[in-house]
């Protein structure tokens, strides 16, 4: 059973920066769609950035230009990690933030949270004004 294992996550001022990573215990991972979404309280878990097997990027409009998803592509590296460096962090970026993989698709079309079938436990992002 692959696993994904989150870090990462604090609290910050509004304006700093933190850089998140998931660690895949599995390379196979490196095969599919990888994404990080995130849940605020009382809120829809929404996806905010993805990456396909190709290394083609998405992002959600509300972390366009702000948020920026990379990974390691090395297949010899047994525990691939997957990144989210977040820079110029507001107030309503708080939430839970998990990354999650969707198998059997190398491209990340789908935004819909329930079609991700492995999901990492989850790190806290709080950002204060």
């Known amino acids: 059973q692959v696993q994904l294992v989150e870090s990462g996550g604090g609290s910050v001022q509004a304006g700093g920066s933190l850089r998140l990573s998931c660690t895949a215990s599995d390379s196979t991972v490196l095969n599919y769609c990888w994404a990080w979404f995130r849940q605020a309280l009382g809120k829809e878990r929404e996806r905010v950035a993805s990456?396909?097997?190709?290394?083609?990027?998405?992002?959600?409009?509300s972390v366009k230009g702000r948020f920026t998803i990379s990974r390691d592509n090395s297949k010899d590296n047994a525990k691939p990690t997957l990144y989210l460096q977040m820079n110029s962090l507001k107030p309503e970026d708080t939430a839970m933030y998990y990354c999650a993989v969707r198998y059997g698709y190398w491209a990340c079309y789908n935004r819909d949270h329930s079609e991700y079938n492995l999901w990492g436990q989850g790190t806290q992002v709080t950002v204060s004004s």
């Open positions: 990456i396909g097997s190709k290394g083609v990027t998405a992002y959600s409009d």
